[in-house]
């Protein structure tokens, strides 16, 4: 699948960087007839885990982006590049981390950890 590059732009009415991408615009919406793609037992959260990491198959960013040229110059704006991941917190994924004993929460945590520490590695 051909991505297409992301953008940030500076949105001077709220005074903040926002992501400008079309991939986020291809990911389907959950609605009652699919399965949750992120509860136990779908293709990708198969098997025994507490805390999973998958790649974002709808990133809006990615790694490999280039520079972009901003054909206004009403626009303030400049190429975004990253990494997304998806972190699902739990096998009861839509308990809300307050909710969590300290020993799930302490799961959670070293997971951002490694993740963090993965992308950090990759960027040098
Ligand atoms: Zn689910």
């Known amino acids: 699948m051909v991505q297409a590059m992301a953008e940030l732009r500076w949105n001077i009415m709220l005074g903040e960087w926002v992501i400008v991408t079309p991939n986020r615009a291809t990911r389907p919406f959950q609605d009652e007839k699919r399965p949750c793609p992120f509860c136990p037992g779908q293709p990708e959260t198969k098997g025994d885990w507490e805390v999973l990491t998958l790649k974002n198959r709808y990133a809006a960013l990615q790694p490999d982006d280039h520079p972009v040229r901003l054909d206004s110059e009403l626009v303030i704006g400049t190429?975004?590049?990253?990494?997304?991941?998806?972190?699902?917190?739990?096998r009861e994924h839509d308990r809300q981390i307050e909710m969590m004993d300290r020993a799930q929460l302490e799961k959670?945590?070293?997971?951002?950890?490694?993740?963090?520490?993965d992308l950090e590695?990759?960027?040098g």
Request: charged share 30%; aromatic share 16%; proline share 0%.
């Open 79 to 90: 190429s975004a590049h990253g990494y997304c991941k998806v972190i699902i917190e739990s």
């Open 108 to 117: 959670v945590f070293r997971e951002y950890i490694r993740v963090f520490n």
């Open 121 to 123: 590695a990759k960027e």
